[in-house]
């Protein structure tokens, strides 16, 4: 018989009691159930609701029910219309009459939603911790390249000169970004919606912000219809992870790309790479593309959210239950893919030396070749016309700007002196971006240390 039986006869058909249960995924949220449990069971003898002593048999028969459940000692009942009634079924069996009383004052509306922020709130834990990892992993890779050039790219075509560094600091921005959506979406689901019980509140004489605190809450949801229906939280986690999985893709496009035998980049270690079935030479990025691959799911997390709730009046609706594999699986892919990047990066063999010979084959110091002129006062779009003449003759002729003989300059321009020479070499050019930011060996310095500074902060 249902817990819920008295108006229905609280027995459906076997299929509509699978279409209904939620209990196969819902289980991850059974430490958060039974903690909100224990602090509404406090809660409700702080109150003169329960006594003491019912209190404390509810807490410890809940105590006892994570213990096994821990230790696999109790498994999940396949047949539990979710992780709430199972639990409260538990603890029935286990210590009688007193079970029954712990539902007093909630309803399973409140006491989802409090258990799926409580979940979310400890998983946004983990996902900081392992975005920070991974910003540990690209910023000692930094750190070991700060004299290593490589070209920079627009339109996937070589542009400018940048230090490697400053290429794997970006992402790291990117990364300490993501972390502050995490935080900013942590701390507005921070707020306690139980005590809302089914929408319209309770006729008991709760405290909700007793347990709230209890249960490490900055606040309680000041709207029991809200409190109940807001599915918000879920909707910004969500949507951070989408943000931090374009980040993560773009990365391992960047590795898909420089560990191609066109780029000869990086090498990925061998614990981060596959072979081919059938082609003995292959050494296929395949970790990192499945992270560009699962981006796609993630989004796909999101979009399923936002398209369940926009279209449901207050307050609670069935349709909610499909909040859960949504976000659930958004965070778990999100950590998975994490936990592969970092030691993917961490082991990644950098080739400076074809970095350099790609950068010199680009013709990447074109900038620097006009702004000599410029800074002879020759006007740029003239100087710009003069490099592009130059850089042309180079193509036609298989040289670079910095074999190109004096003479060749002074044909475009009686301003070149000897002096051109060391203006175009490219560890000239990329000293020369002194700006706050750029990819200059002091700014990208002060980049390595600002980062670490962050996380030396965020891991203290």
Known sequence: MKLWAGRTSGKTDSAADDFNSSIRFDQKMYRQDIRGSIAHAKMLAKQGILTETEAERIVRGLT?????????????????????????????????????????????????????????RDACGEILRAVHTAARALLDKAKENTGTILPGYTHLQRAQPVLFAQHLLAYDWMLIRDAGRIRDAVRR?????????????????????????????????????????????????????????????????????????????????????????IMPQKKNPDMAELIRGKTGRVYGDLMSLLTVMKGLPLCYNKDMQEDKE????????????LGILSPMIATMRVNRENMKAAAQKGFINATDLADYLTQKKLPFRDAYKIAGRLVNRCIREGRILEDMPLEAFREESSLFEADVYECIALERCVKKRISEGGTGPDSVLKQIADVEAYLSRENG
């Open 326 to 337: 949504a976000v659930f699986d958004a965070v778990d892919t999100v950590l998975a893919c």
């Open 64 to 120: 006892d029910i994570l213990g096994d459940l821990e230790t696999g000692r109790l498994p999940f009942d396949p047949g539990a219309e979710d992780i709430h009634m199972f639990i409260e079924q538990e603890l029935t069996a286990r210590i009688g009459e007193d079970g029954k009383r712990l539902h007093t004052a909630r309803s399973r509306n409140d006491q989802v939603a409090l258990d799926l922020r409580l979940y979310l």
């Open 189 to 277: 689901m921070n707020a306690s919606p139980i005590g809302a019980c089914a929408l319209s509140g309770t006729t008991y004489d709760t405290d909700r912000r007793y347990e709230a605190e209890e249960l490490g809450f900055d606040s309680v949801c000041p709207n029991s219809m809200d409190a109940v229906s807001d599915r918000d939280f879920a909707l910004e986690v969500s949507a951070a992870c989408s943000i931090l999985m374009m980040h993560l893709s773009r990365l391992s496009e960047e590795l898909i790309l420089w560990s191609s035998w066109e780029f000869r980049f990086v090498e990925l270690d061998d614990d981060y790479t596959t072979g081919s079935s």
